[in-house]
């Protein structure tokens, strides 16, 4: 079930009137929300529902014992038996077939390779996410960020939540399981802001992500040898803004569906391509994973306390493994890689402190470069991440060189390519305007703008709905 | 106080639904409505059809349809929409009313030069409800692909490559990838995911397949349709279930439609089976499709049934993930989902489809590396080691690596 579909509007537009109803009574609220979530991710195939249940399960009763246990050694003892647990799920579904074609290949190389039938099992939708899930829930318990014992329905609800449960973002154990345990204040509610969020998210998915995939990045990347410079050049920044309008849409739309329900989900984008470094962007794109990442991986490498070497290894570690967690292929290996590298030598470069230098670095001037600059540097790496195979990335920037008109650069490519990368610029005093303006109308009034927004973005959309990039990670 | 922060939240909630419910329906009546109608069948399009059908009457009178006509018409006009029959009835209007004004040669001259050439929008058949013509017992292994008459001079072969998912995902590409800079070949692209000839309501391939050929005169039509259309569907208000006689009888008179459409002006059609899929149910419905498809292609002297099975499948036919090539690679031939085909295994079919659409000269089979010289035409029945052929596309090929004869792993 995808957010942009009417099956998705009457799911949740039922769901939202009971879990209201239930408001009061908060395990049967819960309950309910947990019910529903299994529904949505039944809809995709119920025969994963049971690894679902099970991974929350499992998470939820070693997090208890990891709480439990007094001696340190028990605690990481069941941290890890949790850990290890997860990943081995997550390496089965995700990795498998990755690890074994590999291997089979670099055997080939020297001699026939064993026939042996291989195949991969069907990858559950949304495994990357509930996997880390449980993993946060297991780090936050261990760690001791959670001030009560963790509940089982508690925990089956966090993990499994249905907004963010196929593609993020991805939930703090720390952050969420207290919002289930306390009674909101329902005042506190802000529904025109979740109304904003789920219009915008809607507008970047169903208009600008699609319209750029299916008119000008698809036929791009697929038959690269076609095309000129020009279209080659638009089609990667086409790409740039569709994963964006893609990603972000999505998470739009889930932040305002929680936020409608009474949960808060953290911000999982910030205008990522108006940042002046790598580490800024990072900062500004896919917040929840980098983050955890940060958190859960780069910190307990040695971060940035082992000394420099160290410091610009774990870089590369986590940004690889970064990488692969997205795909298991070796282009995103790639991309992970480069962005470790840009990470790396911009660290080595900020460490330049040559004053004239300084000084031109607090110049506007030299921030717009820093932004185009990097903006080019991370459409390199789209390269890679949106290739099928390297043989397709080399060719894209092989073409980039030939000329050729613009010939998929129409009028409404054009636009739609326009919102989607200069819109990162908007001021947010016009949105917080604009919800505080919705709060003096009347809410039936507010209501007919919304099937007005919603029914405008479905008759400027393209026919058919894609599933949401992320879908597949 | 939160107790009445709730009741106060909670009104405010419920009012602000029924205003998006009120001007949803009247905005939108006819979107649910073919929202509806395009639903598989079962309960909830049981319930659904007959209630948007009813708020869609009631909401008519007020005259909001015609403003949303008249909108993505408009929205056609400046090129936003990516309905191609629309864009081109939309066209054929405005070309038409130029040509009112205009003298009778440079109408012809505008067509020729700049302008779309109307669309004739062939229809399906009337379908009575009946038995089906008996089905073929099972379909042919062949890759046996009858000789094309030879090309015009200076004159590109046509190619229209056409269907579903089936060719929109792997396949297409990797046609035109390993064809680019192939002068002798123009492919014009016919194909549409999520589509089918199962549900002409959902999607209308009998308009849609003209409005997206256009003006082209294929020669030639590679179709790969059909995965999509293992559902059940409605005639004159009766369902039919899948695999039912009178599902088979419809279903087939609907292929024999799409068939006798895209073989119009002489074009030669090669009909892809459908390869053996992952999931046991889905494949036998899939099996069901394609004897229902052979035993329409077998009838018909322009059209090819190719069955490329032995190269996807292990070597009894059956479903193959993974297959390891004469050169050690292994590649996956799947996409992940057990359905389509991945680029590379996409890649151990198009070499054979391009090399008999544009043969080799014989000074590039002269030139040709010898073991490549040994493989056999195209015409013949395949071996394991055939594939690679003389032909050295610009695009990215699999001459390297070709599939291993038992079916490698």
């Given at each position: 079930m995808l957010f942009p579909t009417v099956q998705y509007m009457l799911f949740f537009l039922a769901v939202l009137v009971i879990a209201w109803s239930l408001y009061r009574y908060r395990e049967t609220h819960k309950a309910f929300l947990l019910a529903a979530s299994y529904l949505f991710y039944g809809f995709w195939n119920w025969a994963y529902v049971p690894l679902l249940f099970g991974i929350s399960l499992y998470s939820g009763f070693v997090a208890?014992?990891?709480?439990?246990?007094?001696?340190?050694?028990?605690?990481?003892?069941?941290?890890?038996?949790?850990?290890?647990?997860?990943?081995?799920?997550?390496?089965?579904?995700?990795?498998?077939?990755?690890?074994?074609?590999?291997?089979?290949?670099?055997?080939?190389?020297?001699?026939?390779?064993?026939?042996?039938?291989?195949?991969?099992?069907?990858?559950?939708?949304?495994?990357?996410?509930?996997?880390f899930h449980a993993i946060s829930l297991l780090g936050d318990s261990y760690r001791g960020k959670l001030k009560e014992r963790v509940k089982l329905l508690d925990v089956l609800l966090y993990v499994s939540f249905f907004p963010q449960l196929i593609a993020g973002p991805i939930l703090r154990a720390s952050r969420f399981l207290p919002q289930l345990a306390e009674r909101r204040n329902p005042n506190t509610l802000r529904v025109n802001r979740a109304f904003l969020l789920i219009v915008g998210g809607l507008f970047k998915k169903v208009i600008i992500s699609n319209m750029l995939a299916t008119r000008l990045v698809e036929p791009v990347f697929a038959v690269p040898?076609?095309?000129?410079?020009?279209?080659?050049?638009?089609?990667?920044?086409?790409?740039?803004?569709?994963?964006y309008c893609d990603f972000s849409g999505y998470t739009d739309i889930a932040i305002g569906c929680a936020l409608l329900l009474g949960y808060k989900f953290p911000r999982n984008f910030n205008a990522p391509y108006t940042a002046v470094s790598p580490q800024d962007f990072w900062r500004r794109w896919?917040?929840?994973?980098?983050?955890?990442?940060?958190?859960?991986?780069?910190?307990?490498?040695?971060?940035?306390?082992?000394?420099?070497?160290?410091?610009?290894?774990?870089?590369?570690?986590?940004?690889?493994?970064?990488?692969?967690?997205?795909?298991?292929?070796?282009?995103?290996?790639?991309?992970?890689?480069?962005?470790?590298?840009?990470?790396?030598?911009?660290?080595?470069?900020?460490?330049?402190?040559?004053?004239?230098?300084?000084?031109?670095?607090?110049?506007?001037?030299?921030?717009?470069?820093?932004?185009?600059?990097?903006?080019?540097?991370?459409?390199?790496?789209?390269?890679?991440?949106?290739?099928?195979?390297?043989?397709?990335?080399?060719?894209?920037?092989?073409?980039?060189?030939?000329?050729g008109a613009a010939t998929l650069a129409t009028g409404p490519i054009l636009l739609v390519l326009f919102l989607g990368l200069a819109g990162q610029y908007m001021p947010t005093r016009w949105r917080n305007g604009l919800e505080l303006e919705m709060g003096m109308w009347p809410a039936l009034v507010r209501g007919a703008a919304l099937a007005m927004a919603i029914s405008a973005i479905e008759f400027l959309g393209p026919s058919g709905v894609a599933p949401f990039i992320y879908f597949q990670f | 106080m939160r107790d009445r922060g709730l009741i106060q939240t909670t009104r405010q909630l419920f009012l602000l639904l029924a205003g998006f419910a009120i001007a949803g329906v009247l905005l939108e009546s006819g979107g649910l409505a073919n929202w509806a109608q395009g639903l598989e069948i079962g309960p909830l399009r049981t319930v659904a059809v007959p209630v948007t059908q009813a708020v869609q009457s009631a909401v008519q009178p007020l005259g909001l349809g015609a403003i949303r006509k008249g909108t993505l018409e408009n929205l056609a006009r400046v090129g936003w929409s990516d309905d191609s029959a629309l864009t081109a009835r939309v066209n054929n209007e405005e070309s038409a009313g130029a040509g009112e004004s205009a003298t009778a040669s440079k109408e012809t001259q505008r067509a020729d030069t700049h302008g779309p050439t109307p669309v004739k929008t062939p229809k399906h058949s009337e379908h009575a409800l009946g038995a089906a013509t008996p089905l073929a017992a099972d379909v042919p292994v062949t890759m046996e692909l009858p000789q094309l008459p030879e090309a015009e001079p200076g004159k590109p072969r046509v190619v229209a490559l056409a269907g579903d998912s089936m060719?929109?995902?792997g396949l297409s590409a990797e046609l035109l990838r390993q064809a680019a800079g192939d002068k002798n070949l123009h492919f014009v692209k016919a194909y549409r995911s999520g589509t089918g000839l199962a549900r002409p309501e959902v999607f209308n391939w009998m308009e849609q397949y003209p409005a997206m050929i256009g003006s082209a005169k294929p020669d030639v039509v590679i179709v790969a349709i059909g995965a999509n259309d293992g559902q059940g569907f409605v005639v004159d208000g009766k369902v039919l279930k899948c695999g039912s006689d009178e599902w088979r009888a419809v279903y087939q008179q609907r292929l024999a439609d799409y068939l006798a459409m895209v073989e119009a002006d002489g074009a030669r059609v090669v009909w892809m089976?459908?390869?053996?899929?992952?999931?046991?149910?889905?494949?036998?419905?899939?099996?069901?499709?394609?004897?229902?498809?052979?035993?329409?292609?077998?009838?018909?002297?322009?059209?090819?049934?190719?069955?490329?099975?032995?190269?996807?499948?292990?070597?009894?036919?059956?479903?193959?993930?993974?297959?390891?090539?004469?050169?050690?690679?292994?590649i996956r031939v799947r996409a992940t989902d057990g359905i389509h085909l991945s680029d590379e295994g996409a890649g151990l079919v198009t070499p054979m489809l391009l090399k008999w659409l544009d043969p080799p000269t014989p000074m590039q089979q002269a030139s040709a590396p010898a073991a490549t010289q040994e493989s056999v035409h195209a015409t013949e029945a395949p071996t394991h080691e055939d594939g690679g052929g003389a032909r050295q596309p610009q695009g990215r090929g699999h001459s390297k690596g070709q599939p291993q004869p038992d079916g490698g792993l």
């Amino acid at each position: 079930m995808l957010f942009p579909t009417v099956q998705y509007m009457l799911f949740f537009l039922a769901v939202l009137v009971i879990a209201w109803s239930l408001y009061r009574y908060r395990e049967t609220h819960k309950a309910f929300l947990l019910a529903a979530s299994y529904l949505f991710y039944g809809f995709w195939n119920w025969a994963y529902v049971p690894l679902l249940f099970g991974i929350s399960l499992y998470s939820g009763f070693v997090a208890q014992r990891i709480q439990d246990s007094e001696a340190s050694w028990t605690k990481k003892r069941w941290l890890i038996a949790g850990v290890m647990v997860c990943l081995a799920t997550l390496g089965y579904y995700k990795y498998t077939a990755f690890a074994l074609t590999t291997l089979l290949t670099m055997w080939g190389r020297f001699a026939p390779p064993p026939a042996i039938p291989i195949s991969s099992p069907l990858l559950p939708l949304g495994v990357s996410f509930f996997v880390f899930h449980a993993i946060s829930l297991l780090g936050d318990s261990y760690r001791g960020k959670l001030k009560e014992r963790v509940k089982l329905l508690d925990v089956l609800l966090y993990v499994s939540f249905f907004p963010q449960l196929i593609a993020g973002p991805i939930l703090r154990a720390s952050r969420f399981l207290p919002q289930l345990a306390e009674r909101r204040n329902p005042n506190t509610l802000r529904v025109n802001r979740a109304f904003l969020l789920i219009v915008g998210g809607l507008f970047k998915k169903v208009i600008i992500s699609n319209m750029l995939a299916t008119r000008l990045v698809e036929p791009v990347f697929a038959v690269p040898q076609s095309y000129g410079g020009w279209d080659t050049l638009l089609a990667i920044y086409g790409y740039a803004a569709q994963i964006y309008c893609d990603f972000s849409g999505y998470t739009d739309i889930a932040i305002g569906c929680a936020l409608l329900l009474g949960y808060k989900f953290p911000r999982n984008f910030n205008a990522p391509y108006t940042a002046v470094s790598p580490q800024d962007f990072w900062r500004r794109w896919h917040i929840s994973l980098s983050t955890w990442l940060r958190d859960y991986l780069y910190i307990p490498l040695g971060g940035s306390r082992k000394g420099k070497l160290r410091t610009y290894i774990n870089l590369m570690v986590t940004m690889l493994l970064g990488g692969l967690w997205h795909g298991a292929a070796w282009t995103f290996v790639v991309w992970g890689g480069l962005h470790g590298l840009y990470l790396v030598v911009h660290r080595l470069w900020a460490r330049v402190r040559w004053q004239p230098l300084a000084r031109m670095r607090a110049t506007a001037a030299w921030r717009w470069a820093s932004r185009l600059l990097l903006f080019h540097a991370v459409c390199a790496g789209w390269i890679f991440f949106r290739a099928s195979s390297f043989e397709i990335a080399f060719t894209m920037f092989q073409r980039l060189a030939v000329p050729g008109a613009a010939t998929l650069a129409t009028g409404p490519i054009l636009l739609v390519l326009f919102l989607g990368l200069a819109g990162q610029y908007m001021p947010t005093r016009w949105r917080n305007g604009l919800e505080l303006e919705m709060g003096m109308w009347p809410a039936l009034v507010r209501g007919a703008a919304l099937a007005m927004a919603i029914s405008a973005i479905e008759f400027l959309g393209p026919s058919g709905v894609a599933p949401f990039i992320y879908f597949q990670f | 106080m939160r107790d009445r922060g709730l009741i106060q939240t909670t009104r405010q909630l419920f009012l602000l639904l029924a205003g998006f419910a009120i001007a949803g329906v009247l905005l939108e009546s006819g979107g649910l409505a073919n929202w509806a109608q395009g639903l598989e069948i079962g309960p909830l399009r049981t319930v659904a059809v007959p209630v948007t059908q009813a708020v869609q009457s009631a909401v008519q009178p007020l005259g909001l349809g015609a403003i949303r006509k008249g909108t993505l018409e408009n929205l056609a006009r400046v090129g936003w929409s990516d309905d191609s029959a629309l864009t081109a009835r939309v066209n054929n209007e405005e070309s038409a009313g130029a040509g009112e004004s205009a003298t009778a040669s440079k109408e012809t001259q505008r067509a020729d030069t700049h302008g779309p050439t109307p669309v004739k929008t062939p229809k399906h058949s009337e379908h009575a409800l009946g038995a089906a013509t008996p089905l073929a017992a099972d379909v042919p292994v062949t890759m046996e692909l009858p000789q094309l008459p030879e090309a015009e001079p200076g004159k590109p072969r046509v190619v229209a490559l056409a269907g579903d998912s089936m060719m929109a995902v792997g396949l297409s590409a990797e046609l035109l990838r390993q064809a680019a800079g192939d002068k002798n070949l123009h492919f014009v692209k016919a194909y549409r995911s999520g589509t089918g000839l199962a549900r002409p309501e959902v999607f209308n391939w009998m308009e849609q397949y003209p409005a997206m050929i256009g003006s082209a005169k294929p020669d030639v039509v590679i179709v790969a349709i059909g995965a999509n259309d293992g559902q059940g569907f409605v005639v004159d208000g009766k369902v039919l279930k899948c695999g039912s006689d009178e599902w088979r009888a419809v279903y087939q008179q609907r292929l024999a439609d799409y068939l006798a459409m895209v073989e119009a002006d002489g074009a030669r059609v090669v009909w892809m089976a459908l390869p053996p899929m992952r999931i046991p149910v889905y494949n036998a419905k899939i099996a069901m499709i394609n004897r229902i498809a052979y035993t329409v292609v077998s009838q018909n002297p322009q059209a090819t049934w190719w069955n490329p099975v032995r190269y996807i499948g292990d070597a009894s036919g059956r479903f193959r993930e993974f297959t390891t090539l004469s050169d050690g690679k292994t590649i996956r031939v799947r996409a992940t989902d057990g359905i389509h085909l991945s680029d590379e295994g996409a890649g151990l079919v198009t070499p054979m489809l391009l090399k008999w659409l544009d043969p080799p000269t014989p000074m590039q089979q002269a030139s040709a590396p010898a073991a490549t010289q040994e493989s056999v035409h195209a015409t013949e029945a395949p071996t394991h080691e055939d594939g690679g052929g003389a032909r050295q596309p610009q695009g990215r090929g699999h001459s390297k690596g070709q599939p291993q004869p038992d079916g490698g792993l």
